[in-house]
């Protein structure tokens, strides 16, 4: 499957931005669908993930912030960010894979989107 990442940008902090991640390829109706970011001089750490069933696990940092979603007619998965924080400023990646929602590892997931822009300015 191939994943195109998109939507990022330059928000205010206490602002909203709403991600996309589209898929071609195959459906991703029975994917795990995560979403990882890597910020400046970090390593890429796990935003989020959201089975096939609707069912969503979140890092704790984002939880209340953060919402995922995903349209399976669309072959699509979303990450709306309310009220970002500079902190939240990073790459941003889509990634599908399969199993359970708390799988947090980058090798738990086997296809990877190029990555989205989010800066967050105080």
């Known amino acids: 499957v191939q994943l195109q990442a998109s939507g990022g940008g330059l928000v205010q902090a206490g602002g909203s931005l709403r991600l996309s991640c589209a898929a071609s390829?195959?459906?991703?109706?029975?994917?795990?669908m995560s979403w990882f970011r890597q910020a400046p001089g970090k390593g890429r750490e796990f935003v989020g993930a959201i089975g096939p069933t609707g069912y969503i696990n979140y890092v704790e940092s984002v939880k209340g912030r953060f919402t995922l979603s995903r349209q399976n007619v669309k072959n699509t998965v979303y990450l709306q960010m309310n009220f970002p924080k500079p902190e939240d400023t990073a790459v941003y990646y889509c990634?599908?894979?399969?199993?359970?929602?708390?799988?947090?590892?980058?090798?738990?997931?086997?296809?990877w989107g190029q990555g989205t822009q989010v800066t967050v300015s105080s």
């Open positions: 990634a599908a894979g399969r199993g359970s929602v708390y799988r947090t590892l980058l090798s738990q997931y086997d296809s």
């Open positions: 390829g195959r459906t991703i109706e029975s994917s795990t």
